[in-house]
């Protein structure tokens, strides 16, 4: 029974645009909501966090929406930069416990 | 300042053998985590400690896992009989404490084939 799931195994846009992820969670007593990006033999490496309390969270170029009510977090990347190719892992917590993680979704952003 | 370093980076052992892998957190962090990453899917959670003790062990698969964090610092996962379905790479992560954001601070991991 996943908990977290992207269902958007990959994503492709053009450098300049707008990058949207998405992530659909099941557990409502989650509280904070995280983005890891991946590259290629590296471990994860925190992104933005946003707590359940709040429904938008910014930074730079980031930006994460939290809709409670539909259970559902998007990550927006603008503009897009070729260097945000990776792999971009949604994650969930509960009291600061163990992450729990989507299966990922791979960004390529085109020059 | 030095981040979380996992050792070895890659191991290749045969089906029954027993393996260690090994995880330096950054320094000062008290709780360490231990997650799996099967080929395409996300990370997922083994066992996590505060300070010496394991406080959640409920995601290790059976009882072939067994992680120890005797000194408060390093931490290592050691694997009995290994199967071929254990196959996946093994990330640790620290938080300077057990962190009410849920950040966590992840090593490069080590990725375990066994044949």
């Known amino acids: 029974d996943q908990q977290v799931k992207q269902n958007s195994p990959s994503l492709s846009v053009q450098e300049g645009r707008i990058s949207i992820l998405n992530c659909d969670y099941t557990?409502?007593?989650?509280?904070?909501f995280l983005w890891y990006k991946k590259y290629p033999a590296e471990g994860p490496t925190f992104l933005i966090s946003i707590s359940s309390i709040k429904d938008k969270n910014e930074d730079g170029r980031f930006t994460v929406f939290l809709n409670k009510s539909a259970k559902h977090l998007s990550l927006h990347i603008v503009p897009s930069q070729p260097g945000d190719s990776a792999v971009y892992f949604c994650a969930a917590s509960r009291a600061g416990n163990m992450l729990t993680f989507g299966g990922g979704t791979r960004l390529m952003v085109k020059p | 300042g030095a981040g979380v370093s996992q050792t070895p980076s890659n191991k290749v052992t045969e089906k029954g053998k027993y393996v260690e892998l090994r995880c330096d957190p950054i320094?000062?962090?008290?709780?360490l985590y231990w997650y799996r990453q099967s080929l395409g899917q996300g990370p997922e959670f083994l066992i996590y400690f505060q300070g010496t003790g394991a406080a959640d062990d409920s995601g290790l698969p059976n009882d072939r896992f067994f992680a120890v964090r005797p000194e408060g610092s390093v931490s290592t996962l050691k694997i009995q009989r290994t199967e071929r379905g254990d196959s996946a790479v093994y990330l640790c992560?620290?938080?300077?404490?057990?962190?009410?954001?849920?950040?966590?601070?992840f090593g490069p991991g080590t990725r375990l084939l066994v044949l």
């Open positions: 557990n409502s007593m989650f509280d904070y």
């Open positions: 992560a620290s938080s300077p404490t057990r962190d009410s954001k849920g950040t966590q601070y």
């Open positions: 320094s000062g962090h008290t709780a």
